[in-house]
C-alpha cells in the first residue's frame, strides 16, 4: 500500500526483543508491543517494561487479500526494476504508438529518439520496439494482453501479461528453495525428482520457455523468465533468496501452492524457520513465517498462557460460591479438579485451546454470556497467537526511528505486524504527531526556553519543585478518574462534559478543510475528529478543581489545541493538499 503519512524520531538506543520461536523485532524502549494481562485483556506494553517469560501478541492467522493479484504485467515490472535493457515488446499496438508520434513524419521520430531511419522503419515494419521506448511511449502498465517480450538473445516469445495461477506459484516456491539465475539469462533448478521435472517442463511450455535438463539441473533458457524472478525480488543467488512480495497478495490456492512447491525442493518444514533455510538465507525464514500465518499457526501456537486464564476461571466459580471439586463436577468433569488446581495454583504455565473450549462447552447456560466466558472464548477463536519472551537485549545501535502509515481505502491502521518472522506492534504515528506539533519549537518559545534556562543558571527558578507540582496534580487527577482507592470517597469523579460548541467548532473545521481540497475523495477518515474530541477532553481533566460543577466542561484551549491538531492531521493526510494556516485563518483560530 502507498506510504499516507511518516514521522522521524530521534536518535534513540536499538533494543531487540526475541521470542521464544525464534521470532524477533528491533525496537527502542519507547516502541509497544502487546501482552495480556491476568484477567484476559489485551493490552500495550513499552519495551522497557518487558521481560523474559512476559507474554506478547503475534498473528495466529493472517486474512489473505480479499483482491488477489490475478496477473502479472511483466512488461511493467521489468521496466519499474530497471530490467528492460535487450527486451523488446511485439505487438500491433507498436504501429500505432509509432503512428501517433511520427509527426509529422516517421524521419522526424527516429531524429526524436536518436534512432536510425532504417532502424525505425524496421520497428514499424515488424510490429516491433524496445520496451524501454515503448514504455516512454505510452502507459506499459494497460499493455494489450496480445503483446509479447522477447530478447535478441532469445528466439521464442514470452507473454508480457501472464496469469497468477498454482502452477506458476509452485515455480516459484520451488525456486526459492532450489533455484538460481546464471549470467542473467538462464533460471536453474535443481531436481530430484521425475515428477517435478515433468511439472516444470509442462509449466516452461506453457509459456513457450525452451528447457534442458543433465539429470540434476533443469534449464529454463529464458531471459525475460530469469529477470520476471528477479523484478519480483526472489533473488539471484541462494543467499540472496526471499519471498516475493507479490506473494503475499496471491489467492489462498496459490499461497498454498508457492509453500508446496518450497517444500518439494525441499525447503525447511521446522516453524522456527531453522535448518536449510537458515543456512542459504537469512530471509527466507522469517518470510516462511508470515506465508504459514495465511494458514494459522499449528500445535506450536495451540497453548494459550495460563495467567490469562487463571482469573476468568476463578471468577467463574466464584460466582456460584463452588470449590474446586463442586465446580468441576458442575462442569461434568470436562476439566478435572487437578487442572483447576494446577491454574489456580500456577502450577501450570500453559493451557491448550481444546481444553479450553471443553471448558466453555461445558459451562451452564446461565454464564455461557458473562464477561469472563466472552474473554475465554476470544482466546480460543481469536486470530491472535501469544509466544514468550526470551530476552530483550541492547544491540549497541543508537539510530534514528521512523513511524510509517499506511491508509488502505481510507482505513486507519492502528497496528501491523512487522519484525523477523512476523511480531504484532502499535502503530503511535497519529499520537506522536500530534504531540511533536503540539510541541513545536516555534522562535517564542525558543526565546522563552532561553531565557529561562539563564534564569535556572544564576538559581532564580526552580525547575524540579515546578515539575514535581505538575507530576502531582496530573497523578492526583488520573487517580480520582479511575476511582483508586486512596482518594475514591474524598473527591468526586467528574466526567468531562462535551458542548455543542466543540461539535460546531470541529464542523467549521470540517467545512473549510473540504472546501480547500479540489478533489471528491478525501484521504483521512472521519475518526480523525472522533481522536480530536477526545484529546479536548482529556486535556480538560487538568481543569478539575477549576469548576465548581459536578462535570468538566471541555476547556477552551484544549478545544483550540484539538482542532489545530485535527487540521494539521488532515493537511498531511491530504499531502499538503491544503495550508493549515489557511483553514485555522478561515476559523479564526490564528
Request: glycine share 6%; aromatic share 8%; with cysteine.
Amino acid at each position: 500500500f502507498e506510504i499516507t503519512g511518516y514521522l522521524k524520531h530521534p536518535v534513540s538506543r536499538i533494543y531487540e526483543v526475541r521470542l521464544r520461536s525464534g521470532r524477533r523485532v528491533r525496537v527502542t524502549l519507547g516502541h509497544s508491543l502487546f501482552t495480556i494481562s491476568k484477567d484476559g485483556l489485551i493490552k500495550s506494553v513499552p519495551t522497557s517494561k518487558l521481560k523474559p517469560g512476559d507474554y506478547v501478541a503475534i498473528p495466529r492467522r493472517l486474512p489473505a487479500n480479499p483482491k488477489p493479484l490475478s496477473k502479472l504485467n511483466v512488461a511493467w515490472l521489468l521496466f519499474k526494476n530497471n530490467l528492460h535493457e535487450g527486451i523488446f515488446v511485439r505487438d500491433l499496438s507498436v504501429r500505432e504508438v509509432i503512428s501517433k508520434s511520427s509527426n509529422p513524419s516517421l524521419m522526424d521520430f527516429s531524429r526524436r529518439i536518436q534512432r536510425s531511419y532504417a532502424t525505425v522503419r524496421h520497428w514499424n515494419s515488424n510490429s516491433m520496439m524496445p520496451l524501454s521506448i515503448y514504455a516512454e511511449l505510452m502507459d506499459v502498465r494497460g499493455i494489450p494482453a496480445t503483446a509479447v517480450l522477447y530478447s535478441a538473445k532469445m528466439d521464442r516469445d514470452f507473454p508480457a501479461l501472464i496469469d497468477v495461477d498454482e502452477d506458476f506459484a509452485w515455480i516459484l516456491g520451488f525456486y526459492a528453495a532450489r533455484g538460481e539465475i546464471i549470467h542473467g539469462r538462464y533460471v536453474r533448478l535443481t531436481v530430484k525428482k521425475p515428477e517435478h521435472e515433468k511439472k516444470i517442463v509442462r509449466f516452461a511450455e506453457k509459456l513457450g520457455v525452451a528447457v534442458s535438463y543433465d539429470g540434476r539441473f533443469i534449464v529454463m533458457h529464458s531471459m525475460v523468465l530469469a529477470r520476471l524472478i528477479m523484478a519480483l525480488g526472489a533473488g539471484v543467488r541462494r543467499h540472496e533468496k526471499r519471498v516475493p512480495s507479490a506473494v503475499f497478495n496471491f489467492s489462498k490456492g496459490c499461497v498454498k501452492a508457492f509453500m508446496e512447491g518450497y517444500l518439494s525442493a525441499g525447503g525447511c518444514r521446522s516453524l522456527k524457520g531453522e535448518g536449510v533455510a537458515t543456512a542459504l538465507s537469512r530471509h527466507l525464514p522469517s518470510d516462511k513465517m508470515y506465508l504459514q500465518s495465511f494458514f494459522g499457526h499449528d500445535e506450536f501456537f495451540d497453548d494459550v498462557p495460563a495467567m490469562a486464564v487463571k482469573e476468568l476461571v476463578y471468577a467463574l466459580r466464584r460466582r456460584h460460591n463452588l470449590s474446586q471439586r463442586a465446580f468441576a463436577k458442575l462442569l461434568g468433569n470436562a476439566v478435572s479438579r487437578s487442572f483447576i488446581a494446577d491454574l489456580e495454583t500456577g502450577r501450570c504455565r500453559a493451557v491448550k485451546r481444546s481444553t479450553l473450549l471443553r471448558l466453555i462447552e461445558a459451562l451452564p447456560s446461565d454464564l455461557s454470556f458473562s464477561e469472563e466466558v466472552c474473554r475465554l472464548r476470544m482466546l480460543v477463536f481469536g486470530d491472535l497467537a501469544w509466544d514468550e519472551v526470551v530476552e530483550v537485549v541492547d544491540t549497541g545501535l543508537e539510530e534514528p526511528t521512523y513511524d510509517i502509515e499506511v491508509r488502505p481505502e481510507g482505513r486507519a491502521i492502528e497496528n501491523f505486524v512487522g519484525g523477523y518472522g512476523g511480531i504484532i506492534l502499535h502503530n503511535s504515528a497519529v499520537e506522536d504527531r500530534m504531540l511533536c506539533r503540539l510541541h513545536r519549537l516555534t522562535k517564542e518559545r525558543f526565546i522563552e526556553i532561553a531565557q529561562s534556562q539563564r534564569r535556572l543558571a544564576f538559581g532564580e527558578i526552580d525547575t524540579e519543585k515546578g515539575a514535581r507540582r505538575i507530576r502531582d496534580h496530573v497523578t492526583l487527577v488520573y487517580a480520582i478518574e479511575t476511582g483508586h482507592p486512596l482518594v475514591r470517597d474524598r473527591f468526586p469523579k467528574k466526567p468531562v462534559m462535551i458542548t455543542p460548541k466543540a461539535y460546531d467548532l470541529i464542523e467549521r473545521a470540517r467545512d473549510a478543510i473540504l472546501e480547500c481540497i479540489p478533489r471528491e475523495h478525501v484521504t483521512f477518515s472521519a475518526r480523525l475528529e472522533d481522536r480530536a474530541i477526545r484529546f479536548a477532553c482529556a486535556a480538560s481533566l487538568l481543569n478539575y478543581f477549576s469548576s465548581d460543577l459536578n462535570y468538566i466542561p471541555v476547556g477552551d484551549d484544549a478545544l483550540k489545541y484539538a482542532v489545530q491538531l485535527y487540521v494539521e492531521e488532515a493537511s498531511v493526510r491530504s499531502r499538503q493538499e491544503f495550508l493549515p494556516e489557511e483553514v485555522l485563518r478561515k476559523i479564526r483560530l490564528v
